[in-house]
């Protein structure tokens, strides 16, 4: 059974730091992309990050000062995990994020384009 886990979520301050990470078991995405969307409540699901299999190219969310700066996207394929790395936190940064994989080679900023996705991990940023 192929599983994406989150974790790192929490309650941090404005102007703070939290690294989240997903752990994918039951099959390798050494090969495939990565990507980190976020949805807060009443909103969709939005496009955050995204990594290739390689990490030789990676993409963020097309928001002027959105992510920008703020957060990274990483990888380790030995250890079958990708990371988000999230800095001087916002409250309008606060959301369930959510770590998805996709097989194929469609739209990595579309989230129709990934195959497994884990259950989210909530982020709360305080003002």
């Known amino acids: 059974q192929v599983r994406l886990v989150e974790s790192g979520g929490g309650l941090v301050q404005a102007g703070g730091s939290l690294r989240l990470s997903c752990a994918a078991s039951?099959?390798?995405?050494?090969?495939?992309?990565m990507g980190w969307f976020r949805q807060a409540p009443g909103k969709e699901r939005e496009f955050v990050a995204a990594?290739?299999?390689?990490?030789?190219?990676?993409?963020?969310?097309d928001f002027a000062d959105f992510v920008k700066g703020r957060f990274t996207i990483s990888r380790d394929n030995a250890k079958n995990t990708v990371y988000l790395q999230m800095n001087r936190l916002k409250p309008e940064d606060t959301a369930g994020y959510y770590c998805?994989?996709?097989?194929?080679?469609?739209?990595?900023?579309?989230?129709?384009?990934?195959?497994?996705w884990g259950q989210g991990t909530q982020v709360t940023v305080s003002s």
């Open positions: 998805a994989a996709r097989l194929g080679s469609r739209n990595v900023y579309d989230a129709r384009s990934y195959d497994y």
């Open positions: 039951g099959r390798t995405f050494s090969g495939n992309a």
């Open positions: 990594i290739s299999w390689s990490a030789d190219y990676i993409y963020y969310a």
